[in-house]
């Protein structure tokens, strides 16, 4: 099956002129999407945004309304008049009939029309995949309101009942308990779909503690002094109307986890304010939470938060099981972490010697020649592979002294270029009036074309491609990239807008501060929530912005994605490899591989969505090979790995695409050895050159 088949810190010293960036540090806010904006909100100056432009002044003309309307029953009316998050880890509650789950750690939520459900997930794995298994643990009854989102921000979002009920729920990512806030009198009634064997008055007034037949303890408290007691076998309700928080926490570790959640019953998460600071040598990100009430806030940390966070860990609590790995508790009101920043820039991690380079001088002087007859596809996805594949000919032909094979790169990458940007190739970008974003004429109307690109799937993967073929031009092209900056600017503030300011586009589509991962998944909705396959892609995603932002000489921007592609380089080592940075994993699924292919909010999957032959599976996660490639693949992880797995997915590849793919992870253990298995390859992946290929191992970090 070929790779086209697929359905799916920064040092000066290796600055060329063109990516000097200066001194000093950036900061931006990303908040928020609420009702109504005030401008006291932490916001990116315009100076250090991207164009601003209008743009569907700069799509002259090519502008229509997605046949995929948003739901204003499902999300207020008044967040639909500004740009809206497509790819949120909270899409779920608004996408068809908004009843798929959500996941908030250490609970998945399920907010339909007459109920609120909260879950428990406990663990369901086997050699394949490692998932949540769901089971109604709580349910409570809202029969008679209907419900929407009102309010987002990074790391949270509010959903409104309204009617019989009128409550408002916090959804917080980390958040110890499940919260309903009652803002009318109402008698409670919550229900379990297993029995209750056990109800008491806790310590606390208002607090209730509950056992169930499955073992679990739940610690229930009400703000209104209200205890809850027994209904049937598997009811609970209060005995008079109450109005306040309603708040439920599953008991992790016995009566000390009892005390410690009851300290922290009055602190009520609502929300968070979230800034990066980045500068050459690291990246701090904060998540300041917004707290209704006092006491201890009490919140979850994944894995990849506990290697870098300096926290008041709350071990009394105990800990709670998710699909990413246990997670930790933590006390306090503020986030702080700080990613240091690795060399990264236009060229390889090493110098070229002159013996590749004259290897190099002849393969190039090749690719660029075979360009003029490419057959160029017409979806954005596999386009903007080809696109960026000449790119990439382009600049090591630059940096091997080619100037030849180098202009002739560039002249065709603006020559495809052009069509996009103007509107006349055969399937035409429009900005979409309906969720604010670049689709596809093809997929305007139809979810399934072009990878979901309609439904906004994979715009980073997509787009990524496109802008690493702009900052390539912007580079050796600069006059043409400046005559083209707002049309160029458009793909990078359709995935990577860092401005609250930007009435076209929303903030970091995909990326999600607090998982520290990006989501590809769109308007579509899964039983696992969000989901995210190719990190590479990712990775290529912001890369390609970076040095769009270093090219085009605006600093601040790529000060604040270097720090976002760090992040995302770490938990893709994390989540994605395992046992790279650490296992997360139980050894059922762990003990005969050494990824996962498809990392969902609830589940880790051994698998693609195009097939699950396992050069498909690890070769996902690594193409494109370009210099950014360095901060993922590296070399303790590849030895580890590389005989008892990679070797044989290699040699067992049915394609020498994929074959390739595989072979280059190699290149940071033995660069000769390398060279030696991809001079076999006859054909490449339609991302990948030979010259490529070839850089890719010539320059790959030292060992």
Request: aromatic share 10%; net charge negative; proline share 5%.
């Amino acid at each position: 099956m070929p790779l086209s088949d697929r359905i799916r810190k920064l040092a000066q010293k290796f600055a060329t002129p063109h990516e000097a960036h200066g001194s000093g540090s950036s900061r931006v806010g990303l908040e928020t999407g609420r009702a109504s904006q005030t401008e006291s909100e932490p916001s990116m100056a315009l100076g250090e945004a991207w164009s601003v432009s209008d743009a569907q002044k700069i799509m002259a003309g090519r502008v229509g309304a997605n046949s995929y309307k948003v739901n204003t029953r499902l999300l207020d009316a008044k967040l639909a008049t500004a740009p809206i998050p497509t790819n949120a880890w909270w899409q779920n509650l608004i996408v068809e009939s908004g009843d798929q789950p959500i996941v908030m750690g250490p609970y998945m939520i399920k907010s339909v029309n007459e109920s609120l459900v909260v879950c428990a997930p406990t663990a369901m794995h086997a050699n394949t995949f490692v998932a949540s298994a769901w089971h109604d643990d709580w349910r409570m009854d809202m029969t008679g309101s209907t419900r929407r989102v009102v309010a987002y921000d990074s790391v949270s979002v509010t959903v409104r009942y309204e009617g019989s009920v009128l409550a408002n729920v916090p959804l917080v990512k980390g958040a110890v308990f499940a919260t309903i806030v009652l803002e009318a009198p109402t008698v409670i009634q919550l229900s379990t779909i297993h029995a209750i064997i056990g109800v008491c008055a806790g310590d606390a007034p208002g607090s209730t503690i509950v056992q169930l037949n499955n073992g679990s303890t739940w610690l229930m408290w009400c703000e209104s002094n209200v205890v809850l007691r027994q209904c049937g076998m598997s009811g609970l309700e209060s005995s008079i109307p109450m109005q306040g928080a309603v708040r439920l926490a599953l008991v992790a570790n016995g009566a000390s986890a009892i005390s410690a959640l009851l300290s922290a019953r009055t602190a009520i998460p609502i929300g968070g304010d979230v800034s990066i600071n980045a500068t050459n040598e690291t990246a701090e990100f904060s998540i300041a939470w917004k707290v209704r009430g006092s006491g201890d806030l009490l919140m979850c940390a994944q894995p990849h938060h506990q290697h870098v966070l300096n926290a008041e860990w709350m071990d009394d609590v105990g800990s709670y099981w998710s699909s990413k790995g246990t997670l930790r508790v933590a006390r306090g009101t503020k986030w702080q972490w700080c990613e240091p920043i690795e060399p990264l820039g236009f060229a390889g991690q090493t110098e070229l010697c002159a013996q590749h380079k004259e290897k190099l001088r002849e393969l190039v002087a090749i690719d660029a020649c075979a360009l003029a007859d490419s057959v160029l596809p017409p979806d954005p996805y596999f386009f903007g592979k080809a696109l960026a594949r000449a790119a990439r000919i382009a600049l090591i032909a630059d940096e091997v002294d080619d100037p030849h094979s180098r202009d002739m790169a560039v002249q065709q990458v603006a020559e495809w270029f052009e069509p996009w940007l103007n509107g006349s190739n055969s399937n035409p970008l429009v900005y979409d009036t309906e969720w604010f974003g670049i689709v596809s004429s093809s997929g305007l109307c139809d979810a399934h074309a072009d990878f979901g690109q309609g439904r906004y799937n994979d715009h980073h993967f997509h787009y990524g491609y496109f802008v690493y073929a702009a900052a390539v031009l912007a580079k050796l092209y600069p006059e043409w990239a400046t005559c083209h900056r707002d049309a160029l600017d458009i793909f990078a503030r359709d995935y990577c807008n860092l401005n609250t300011k930007d009435t076209s586009f929303t903030l970091l589509r995909c990326f999600d501060i607090y998982e520290g991962n990006s989501w590809a998944a769109g308007l579509f909705p899964f039983a696992d929530s969000r989901n995210q396959e190719s990190t590479s892609e990712a990775i290529n995603a912001y890369y390609a912005a970076y040095l769009y932002a270093l090219a085009t000489r605006r600093p601040q921007i790529a000060h604040v994605i270097r720090g976002v592609l760090q992040l995302e380089a770490r938990t893709a080592r994390t989540y994605w490899h395992v046992d790279d940075i650490c296992n997360v994993y139980p050894h059922e699924y762990s003990c005969d591989k050494a990824v996962v292919g498809i990392l969902w909010s609830s589940k880790a999957d051994y698998a693609t969505f195009f097939g699950n032959n396992p050069e498909y599976i690890y070769g996902i996660q690594f193409l494109p090979y370009t210099p950014a490639t360095a901060l993922l693949i590296k070399r303790a992880w590849i030895e580890k790995i590389w005989a008892p797995y990679l070797q044989r997915v290699a040699d067992n590849a049915q394609t020498d695409a994929w074959r390739e793919i595989i072979d280059l992870t190699y290149a940071v253990v033995d660069k000769n050895a390398t060279l030696d298995r991809i001079a076999r390859i006859s054909s490449h992946d339609d991302g990948n050159s030979a010259s490529n290929a070839y850089y890719w191992v010539a320059t790959a970090p030292e060992p």
